[in-house]
């Protein structure tokens, strides 16, 4: 497992100073005094690599985030700490990995949400699950695409992309939700 993390950090650390494209598993092998084939004993190839990044990386405070508001300024954070890093992966074939990395923070933590809200439990898991789908494919697609084609990103920036949306409808649906399974 060493190994697999030191080719990790030092594929995100390159990654932050050239494309990936550009990255060839002699330079990654050498960078971290591993051979070629190590390499190839753990990865197919360096999206093989690039996708262990994302199953690795965490975005800060996002487990404590109240609300899609604050989940949004954590995964902002998170962007401008790995800035050169998500840029060249947004610019490369590994784009999808970070679309589900952003995909996944928004699901599990809208499940989150919506468990807050459901105390008495009365949703069923099925729905919760394609409630915090519906809500994280609109999150991530649109966190993703400000990301990849905004010049300027700023937190106010991406926040305005959603500025039709609150807290509060979003607890109004899921109560609407559980007042239907009642019926």
């Known amino acids: ?3 697999q993390h030191a080719l990790a950090v030092a594929l995100k650390d390159m990654m932050a100073h050239q494309p990936i494209d550009s990255i060839s598993v002699l330079q990654l092998s050498k960078k ?3 051979s070629r084939k190590t390499f ?9 690599l690039l996708t262990q990044v994302f199953l690795e990386e965490k975005i800060d405070d ?3 985030a109240s609300d899609y508001r604050k989940l949004l300024e954590c995964i902002f954070n998170y962007y ?20 589900e990395f952003v995909y996944n923070a928004f699901y599990t933590n809208g499940l989150r949400f919506i468990n807050k809200i459901d105390v008495d439990k009365k949703l069923p898991m099925a729905m ?4 915090a ?24 920036g991406l926040l305005n992309s959603f500025n039709f949306i ?3 409808n979003f607890e109004k649906n899921v109560r609407k939700a559980i007042k239907l399974q009642g019926n």
Do not use: Q, W
């Open 80 to 99: 401008l700490k790995n800035e050169a890093f998500i840029n060249a992966t947004l610019n490369s074939a590994g784009k999808s990995l970070f679309n």
């Open 32 to 34: 971290c005094g591993v």
């Open 166 to 168: 609150d807290s509060e």
């Open 1 to 3: 497992m060493k190994t």
């Open 62 to 64: 996002a487990n404590n």
């Open 40 to 48: 190839y004993y753990h990865y197919h190839d360096i999206y093989d």
């Open 133 to 156: 789908r519906f809500y994280a494919y609109g999150y991530g697609d649109s966190t993703v695409y400000y990301l990849s084609n905004y010049r300027h990103k700023t937190l106010a």
């Open 128 to 131: 919760k699950k394609n409630i």
